[in-house]
Each structure stands twice: as C-alpha cells, then as structure tokens.
C-alpha cells in the first residue's frame, strides 16, 4: 500500500506565501501523475494542480499565475508553491497520485492551509 504524507501547511496572512510537500513511499516515477486537491468546509473537493510523468502540468483557473508545482526525484516529493494567498485558498490540501489503467489511486491524509489576518 502506497503511502503519502503532505507536510508544509500552516496559517499564513493574505498575500503570504507556503511551500507544501508530498512525500510517497513509492518512487514518483512510478506514478503516472500526481496532484494537489483541496476541500473547503462546505464544498466539495477539487483539483488544484497536477503534474504527469511527462511533466505536463494542469491548474485550477483560481490558482493559475499564483501556484506552481514540482517535483524533486532526489527527495522523493511532488510540491506545491503557493504565493500571493487568499483567505479563500483556505483549505485542506490533499496529495493525490494515480496510475493510469490500474486501480490505483492513492490520498494523503491532508494539511490544513489557513489564510486570514
């Protein structure tokens, strides 16, 4: 069973910025792709960016120009920088990472990301 576990959340002032990390228990490589969701109180899930094997990435229109992930094969992480944040990013971020054509589907227990002044 593959595990991940996020790790950089926090409370932090609007305009402020935050790093988190994901790091699997399983090479990144072997994932197909990977990615951050998030989940507000009262709302549903959703997807905020995702970064294949190729490297092509995907980002929510709210996060665009704002947030940037990446990976580091050394360390074993997929990351997400966040900057210029707003109080309605505030939210538990997920890590998430699939294998294309397989049943996998792996989730991270979360990290709360808190902006407010």
């Known amino acids: 069973q593959v595990q991940l576990v996020e790790s950089g959340g926090g409370l932090v002032q609007p305009g402020g910025s935050l790093r988190l990390s994901c790091t699997a228990s399983a090479r990144i490589s072997s994932f197909s792709a990977m990615g951050w969701y998030r989940q507000a109180p009262g709302k549903q899930r959703e997807l905020v960016a995702t970064l294949t094997v190729l490297g092509s990435t995907n980002y929510a229109d709210s996060v665009k120009g704002r947030f940037t992930i990446s990976r580091d094969y050394a360390k074993n992480t997929v990351n997400l920088q966040m900057n210029s944040l707003k109080p309605e990013d505030t939210a538990v971020y997920y890590c998430?990472?699939?294998?294309?054509?397989?049943?996998?589907?792996?989730w991270g227990q979360g990290t709360q990301v808190t902006v407010s002044s």
């Open positions: 998430n990472a699939q294998r294309h054509g397989t049943p996998d589907d792996y």
